[in-house]
């Protein structure tokens, strides 16, 4: 039980497709994370929430859309989605969005893009 | 140059094996500084904070040199369930914009 859960484990979806993404997290924190891990790159930093208000937006493409409706839930909402596009998504979520915060990891979303 | 840089190994130490791995980081501002673990195919798992006086968490050593923009990560009396890619991770820009190192596999062997 790693506290943060990730819906659904697994994705393929065509290029024209609208999926979502869900992110719940037990740990009472208010911060909450999206990632990006392609295979032999490191983790790319996507979205920062805290609070329910986006931070940090870190030059991610308009089809992928962000959504907080409160400090526990996170959605990723996808859309006309690329085969480059094609990885784990990982959320995370920290007590709170400051300096020396860890950030803990749901098991992730891995995505194929058909 | 990348924001944080490690050697991706892979490391294949004998159980028993002292092993060490080193990062280094491109942002002298940093502030936060961490180890995580990633098992195949898993989530990273958070190992350790690494903080400036150096810390220990029973086989495991950290050691910050802010000087040189470096952190270390010592591993005493292997064992096979340290197998494992060991993520090297550093916050640049604002405070939990965290970067993390491509990682550093390691096996043991029995």
């Known amino acids: 039980e790693t506290g943060v859960t990730q819906t659904p484990r697994h994705l393929v979806m065509g290029m024209t497709n609208k999926k979502s993404l869900k992110c719940e997290q037990h740990?009472?924190?208010?911060?909450m994370y999206w990632y990006k891990q392609s295979a032999k790159k490191p983790l790319e930093l996507m979205f920062v929430?805290?609070?329910?208000?986006?931070?940090e937006n870190n030059s991610v493409p308009s089809r992928f859309s962000p959504e907080c409706p409160n400090s526990s839930h996170l959605f990723l909402h996808l859309h006309t989605l690329q085969p480059e596009d094609s990885a784990l998504y990982l959320c995370a979520s920290s007590p709170q969005d400051g300096p020396n915060q860890p950030q803990h990891f749901g098991d992730g979303t891995r995505l194929s893009i058909l | 140059r990348k924001e944080v840089e490690q050697d991706p190994g892979p490391f294949n130490v004998p159980e028993g094996a002292t092993v060490a791995f080193n990062c280094t980081y491109s942002?002298?501002?940093?502030?936060?500084f961490f180890w995580y673990r990633q098992d195949c195919r898993k989530e990273p798992k958070l190992l350790m904070s690494?903080?400036?006086s150096g810390n220990e968490d029973g086989r495991f050593t950290a050691q910050l040199n802010r000087a040189s923009q470096y952190i270390s990560l010592l591993i005493r009396d292997s064992k096979l369930s340290d197998s494992a890619t060991y993520l090297c991770?550093?916050?640049?820009?604002?405070?939990?914009?965290?970067?993390f190192g491509t990682g550093t596999r390691l096996t043991v062997i029995p």
């Open positions: 942002n002298s501002a940093s502030q936060s």
């Open positions: 929430y805290s609070l329910e208000e986006r931070v």
């Open positions: 991770v550093v916050n640049i820009g604002k405070a939990n914009n965290l970067f």
């Open positions: 740990l009472g924190h208010n911060a």
């Open positions: 690494v903080y400036s």
